[in-house]
């Protein structure tokens, strides 16, 4: 292997990028809900527990998420019983993140995919396929997060102003901050080295 294609492939590698290490690592601690330094797949099932009552969630869709997430995190390493480091995070996230950017080259559906599906079903509570502002804090209000947001997040994913967010725009803006950081830095005004 020559030198041009290992450092190609070496700036590949979604660990090199700082934004995408630092974004990880701020999601890992909102995962560690009882702060003891790992996260697991059940502090996972549990952490998505509050959707049911703030979202109205039918217990089919609180366990299609569940199923998504086991799938998802399983590839990222997170297997029942297993406690997972920082670390082994990043490390699981970058390893499954080129596995799914090969699914999207081929036109393949990602896991990640299986994830926000099931999660837009979720927090568009009366399945018009749109979510409003107050969905959508709903959503961030049982996840923890400041509900007033909700605002911002529109403003981020509803390209077109059209007052709410489509089943396309979610997954797509959830994607890419897992495994397309260039982009999101783009979209944040950040430059792109
Ligand atoms: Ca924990
Ligand atoms: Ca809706």
Redesign the pocket.
């Known amino acids: 292997m020559n030198v041009i294609r290992l450092l190609t492939k070496k700036k590949k590698k979604l660990k090199n990028n700082p934004y995408w290490k630092q974004t990880m690592l701020e999601y890992f601690s909102f995962l560690d809900n009882d702060r003891d330094g790992y996260v697991t797949i059940e502090e996972m099932i549990d952490n998505i527990k509050p959707l049911q009552d703030y979202c109205l969630a039918t217990p089919t869709k609180m366990d299609r998420l569940a199923a998504a997430l086991t799938v998802f995190w399983g590839e990222v390493g997170l297997k029942p019983g297993r406690k997972v480091n920082k670390r082994m995070f990043l490390r699981g996230l970058n390893k499954l993140g080129r596995k799914e950017l090969e699914r999207e080259a081929r036109g393949r559906p990602t896991l990640h995919s299986a994830v926000a599906h099931a999660l837009f079903d979720i927090i568009?509570?009366?399945?018009?396929?749109?979510?409003?502002e107050i969905?959508i804090g709903n959503w961030m209000a049982a996840s923890g997060l400041n509900p007033t947001d909700a605002r911002r997040m529109m403003e981020e994913a509803d390209k077109k102003k059209k007052g709410y967010i489509s089943r396309e725009e979610l997954i797509e803006s959830e994607f890419c901050s897992f495994f397309h950081p260039e982009k999101c830095m783009r979209q944040l005004g950040i430059r792109v080295v």
């Not at 568009?124 to 409003?132: G, R």
Request: net charge negative.
């Open positions: 568009d509570q009366n399945n018009n396929n749109q979510l409003t969905e």
